[in-house]
C-alpha cells in the first residue's frame, strides 16, 4: 500500500524555464505530501509540505515563489520550479504522508 | 531542531559477512525512525522501521536497534549480498509534528564479491 508515482522521471530544461513535476499517491488518499531535494552524494532535505486544499508549508531557505506546490486533490500534488537555473539540477522526490512514507522515484532535472 | 547524522560514509564489506550502519540523532523528543535503501537515480526505499518504544525490530536479513539513552540507531544487514549494495540512511520524526521526516548524511555500502 502507500503507492507513489513521480512523474517524469527525469528532465532537462533551459535556464529560465519552468518545469512541472507530478506526485501521484495510487492507492491512498493523501491529504498531506512532502517535497524533498537532493543534491549529488548528498542526503535529502526537506523543501516543502504540500497541504490538500490550502498553501504548502516551505522550510526555512526555500522560496515558495520559485517552487510552486499545487495540492488540488486528495491524490496529487505537483511541484514548478519556476524560472530555473543551473543551480537548481537536482534530484526531486516526493513521499506521501503516511507512517512508513513511501517515496516516489524521484525526478532528475537538469537545467542547462 | 532535529539533526540525524551518520559515523561512517563508506562501508566495504565481503558478500556474506554481516553489515552494520551507525546512525546519530540529536532530538530526543525523535520517536519514530526509519532506515531506507537508495540505488542510484532512484528514490529511497523503505526497509525498516522503530518506534522509541522499542529497542529491538526485526525483519527479514535486517535487524534495527535502538538506544535511546545516547540516541543512536544502527542497521545490522546479515549475510550481506551484492543486492545490497546502495547507500543507506537513517530518517527520524516526531509523530505529533506529522510524518515529516529529517535524514541523515547517509553511508554508502559497498559489497565485494
Known amino acids: 500500500g502507500a503507492v507513489v508515482s513521480q512523474h517524469p522521471s527525469w528532465v532537462i530544461c533551459k535556464s529560465g524555464t519552468s518545469v512541472k513535476i507530478e506526485c501521484r499517491s495510487l492507492d491512498f488518499q493523501a491529504t498531506t505530501m512532502f517535497w524533498y531535494r537532493q543534491f549529488p552524494k548528498q542526503s535529502l532535505m526537506l523543501m516543502a509540505t504540500?497541504?490538500?486544499?490550502?498553501?504548502?508549508?516551505?522550510e526555512q531557505g526555500v522560496e515558495k515563489d520559485k517552487f510552486l506546490i499545487n495540492h488540488a486533490s486528495l491524490t496529487l500534488s505537483t511541484l514548478t520550479v519556476t524560472s530555473a537555473h543551473p543551480e537548481d539540477s537536482s534530484f526531486y522526490i516526493c513521499s506521501g504522508d503516511s507512517t512508513e512514507a513511501f517515496f516516489g522515484q524521484g525526478t532528475r532535472l537538469t537545467v542547462v | 531542531g532535529e539533526s540525524v547524522g551518520l559515523h561512517l560514509p563508506t562501508l566495504s564489506v565481503q558478500e556474506g559477512d554481516n553489515s552494520i550502519i551507525n546512525c546519530a540523532y540529536s532530538?530526543?523528543?525523535?520517536?519514530?525512525f526509519i532506515w531506507y535503501k537508495q540505488e542510484s537515480g532512484k528514490g529511497p526505499q523503505f526497509i525498516i522501521d522503530i518506534r522509541s518504544n522499542m529497542d529491538k525490530r526485526q525483519g527479514q536479513r535486517v535487524t534495527v536497534l535502538l538506544n535511546k539513552t545516547v540516541k543512536h540507531l544502527s542497521l545490522q544487514i546479515a549475510a550481506t549480498q551484492p543486492g545490497d549494495s546502495a547507500v543507506y540512511f537513517c530518517?527520524?520524526?516526531?509523530?505529533?509534528?506529522?510524518?515529516?521526516?529529517?535524514f541523515g548524511g547517509g553511508t554508502r555500502v559497498l559489497v565485494k564479491p
Open positions: 530518517a527520524a520524526s516526531l509523530q505529533a509534528a506529522g510524518n515529516k521526516l529529517t
Open positions: 532530538n530526543s523528543a525523535s520517536d519514530y
Open positions: 504540500s497541504n490538500e486544499g490550502s498553501k504548502a508549508t516551505y
